[in-house]
């Protein structure tokens, strides 16, 4: 089956890629869940679109990438949030919690779809988390979750 990725997919490719996939994956998961839209002549058009915008969200080089990932080695992220007695959060903290607090620290402005949090961050305390930047520029970061 032929499809569109209209958000990136981990080890299949970046939105506006071309990918050939087994037709159960692709009907079962990719389409349905808005990852991917079947592969047409009129689609084809869209992949331009979806290819701009994505540029437009994207750190524009190694370079750059870089520097943001110097940037944010350097950066003190403090995070409050509603917690127990025993420092047990009341729910847990997304990757848009985090890149609001990157940007309150300072920081640059994060898409939250490249920010990786390993294991879900549910108590108090210092967390470090890894920012895909750019494919060959991944970004570690400490995250310090405070109760509040």
């Given at each position: 089956?032929?499809?569109i990725l209209t958000t990136e997919v981990?080890?299949?490719?970046?939105?506006?890629?071309?990918?050939?996939?087994?037709?159960?994956?692709?009907?079962?998961?990719?389409?349905?869940?808005?990852?991917?839209?079947?592969?047409?002549?009129?689609?084809?058009?869209?992949?331009?679109?979806?290819?701009?915008?994505?540029?437009?969200?994207?750190?524009?080089?190694?370079?750059?990438?870089?520097?943001?990932?110097?940037?944010?080695?350097?950066?003190?992220?403090?995070?409050?949030?509603?917690?127990?007695?025993?420092?047990?959060?009341?729910?847990?903290?997304?990757t848009g919690d985090i890149a609001e607090?990157?940007?309150?620290?300072?920081?640059?402005?994060?898409?939250?779809?490249?920010?990786?949090?390993?294991?879900?961050?549910?108590?108090?305390?210092?967390?470090?988390?890894?920012?895909?930047?750019?494919?060959?520029?991944?970004?570690n970061l400490d995250v310090e979750v405070?109760?509040?």
């Open positions: 089956m032929k499809l981990s080890g299949l490719g970046a939105p506006g890629d071309v990918v050939e996939v087994k037709d159960g994956y692709g009907r079962n998961y990719l389409v349905p869940r808005g990852f991917a839209i079947r592969w047409t002549r009129g689609a084809e058009s869209q992949i331009a679109s979806i290819k701009n915008a994505r540029a437009a969200r994207e750190i524009r080089d190694l370079g750059s990438a870089q520097e943001v990932a110097g940037r944010l080695g350097g950066l003190k992220v403090r995070l409050r949030t509603r917690a127990g007695e025993a420092g047990r959060l009341f729910g847990s903290v997304t607090a990157v940007k309150a620290a300072g920081g640059p402005q994060l898409d939250r779809r490249r920010i990786v949090i390993e294991n879900a961050i549910k108590s108090v305390g210092t967390h470090r988390i890894s920012v895909r930047l750019h494919p060959e520029v991944v970004a405070l109760a509040g």
